[in-house]
């Protein structure tokens, strides 16, 4: 025999994520869109002039880096995560500015007798 109280529970339940999944859903579309108008002010920044390579470089990891953290923050759930994933994080980001401070600090440094070749490519 069947508990008519068990069912209409299991149904008041699924109803209940019902809604959580619609409200994620929503969610999701929102971030997608975001990030679809991130990707085309990529593309048109392309076509922008700027005084500076400088100028340039700041203005394209302030996108990538906004649409990145969209990503990571909503996608990937470390906007809801605890502390220690933070902090694993941090110290990825602070060994990524170690690494890259250490690559420019020794940029100077050229083997005896080598001259330094620079390419730009415009």
């Keep these: 025999m069947s508990d008519p109280t068990h069912s209409g529970a299991a149904e008041a339940h699924d109803h209940g994520h019902g809604h959580d999944h619609a409200g994620h859903n929503k969610i999701y579309f929102v971030i997608g869109a975001a990030l679809l108008v991130g990707t085309?002010?990529?593309?048109?920044?392309?076509?922008?002039?700027?005084?500076?390579?400088?100028?340039?470089?700041?203005?394209?990891?302030?996108?990538?880096?906004?649409?990145?953290?969209?990503?990571?923050?909503?996608?990937?759930?470390?906007?809801?995560?605890?502390?220690?994933?933070?902090?694993?994080?941090?110290?990825?980001?602070?060994?990524?500015?170690?690494?890259?401070?250490?690559?420019?600090?020794?940029e100077a440094d050229l083997p005896r007798g080598s001259t330094q070749k620079i390419h730009y490519v415009p």
């Design 40 to 106: 085309i002010v990529t593309v048109l920044a392309r076509y922008w002039e700027f005084n500076s390579v400088a100028l340039t470089i700041a203005v394209a990891l302030f996108i990538a880096s906004i649409k990145a953290f969209l990503v990571a923050g909503y996608f990937m759930h470390l906007l809801s995560e605890k502390k220690m994933i933070y902090l694993v994080l941090a110290t990825t980001a602070a060994f990524l500015v170690g690494m890259v401070g250490l690559i420019l600090w020794s």
